[in-house]
C-alpha cells in the first residue's frame, strides 16, 4: 500500500510540473533554467563587474593614466621600473604612468571595441543572411560564395590583413577590422535559420493565404531566426575582445598609448616582459577572464534556448 502510494506521488508530482510548464513562453523557461546555472551565474557576474568597472573608471581611478608622474624611478640603465607603493598598488609601466589607473580605463576602450565591432558585424550579417536566406536562388548563391571566400582566411590573418591596409592606425581601424571578420559567422548562421523557417508551417500558411513575400519575411521568417544570432552574439564578443587585443598588441591599433587598452598594454610590456612580467600579466589576466565571462554567458544562452541540448 505505501509502494502505490508512493508511486501515485511520483506520478502527481510529474503531473503538476508539467502542468505548470504548459503555457510558459520560451524567455520564461529559458530564464528559468539560467537562473539555476552557476556556468550562466559565474559568467553573468565576471560581465556585470567588468562593465561596472568600465562605467566607473574614471571615477575610481587614483590618477591621470597618461601622465609619467613615476618618471624619476625609471632607468634604463639599470632596467628598473616603479615597484608597488603608497598609492600606485600596481606600481608604474616603463613610462612611470600608473598602471592601476591604465588597467582599469583599459577596460572602457576593451568594451568600447568588443560592442561597436559586434554591432558592426551583426548589422552586416543580418544584412547578407536575410538577403541570401529570404530570396534564395543566385542571390543566395552570391552571398555565400563571398561569406565563404571570407571564411576560409582565419579570422585574425583576416583581420590583420585589414588593419593593415590602413596607412595611419586608430581604433576605429580596429573596430572595422574586427567587425568584417565577424560578418560571414552572422551571415551565414542566419541564412541557415531562415532556410529552416521557410518550409515552417506558419511561412508555409501565410503564402498560401497570399501575403506578401516582403511581409513573410519580415514578420514571420526573421523574428523567428534571430533567436540563435543573439545567441552567437554573446559568444563573438568574447572573440572581438581577443582579436582587437591581438591587432592593438600586434601595433595596429591606436599610436596614442596615453589612452591605455588592454592589447596596447601587452605589446609595450614585451620588451621588458623577462624583468617585469607583471605589467603583461594583469592586462593579459583581465583578457582572459573578460573573454571567459563572455564564453560561459553565451554557451549557457545556447543551452537554455536550444531544445536538443536541454537536459
Known sequence: ???????????????????????????????????????????????????????????????????????????????????????HPFGGDQHGRDLFSRVLLGSQQTLLVAVLATVIGLGGGLTLGTLAGAFGGWVDSLVMRIVDVMLSVPSLL???????????????????????????????????????????????????????????????MLPNALGPVIVQSTLVLAVAIIDAAALSFLGLGAADDSVPEWGQML????????????????????????ALGFTLVGESL?????????R
Not at 530564464?31 to 567588468?50: C, E, K, T
Not at 545556447?302 to 536541454?310: F, I, Q, Y
Open 158 to 220: 583576416l583581420a590583420v590583413s585589414i588593419g593593415a591596409l590602413f596607412s595611419a592606425q586608430t581604433q576605429f581601424t580596429v573596430i572595422l577590422a574586427v567587425a568584417i571578420v565577424q560578418i560571414p559567422v552572422f551571415a551565414r548562421l542566419l541564412r541557415g535559420t531562415m532556410l529552416a523557417q521557410r518550409e515552417s508551417d506558419h511561412v508555409l500558411a501565410a503564402r498560401s493565404l497570399g501575403v506578401r513575400q516582403r511581409s513573410i519575411v519580415f514578420r514571420h
Open 1 to 87: 500500500m505505501a509502494i502505490g502510494t508512493s508511486r501515485k506521488e511520483r506520478i502527481d508530482s510529474l503531473a503538476e510540473s508539467s502542468a505548470t510548464e504548459t503555457g510558459v513562453s520560451l524567455a520564461a523557461s529559458a530564464w528559468r533554467r539560467l537562473r539555476r546555472n552557476p556556468v550562466f551565474l559565474v559568467g553573468a557576474s565576471i560581465i556585470g563587474l567588468f562593465v561596472l568597472l568600465a562605467l566607473i573608471a574614471p571615477l575610481i581611478a587614483p590618477h591621470d593614466p597618461g601622465v609619467r608622474m613615476l618618471a624619476d624611478q625609471v632607468s634604463r640603465a639599470t632596467n628598473s621600473i616603479p615597484p608597488a607603493q603608497e598609492g
Open 267 to 290: 605589446g609595450n610590456a614585451q620588451n621588458v616582459i623577462d624583468s617585469h612580467p607583471h605589467l603583461a600579466f594583469w592586462p593579459a589576466a583581465c583578457i582572459i577572464v573578460v
Open 302 to 310: 545556447r543551452d537554455a534556448l536550444d531544445p536538443k541540448r536541454r
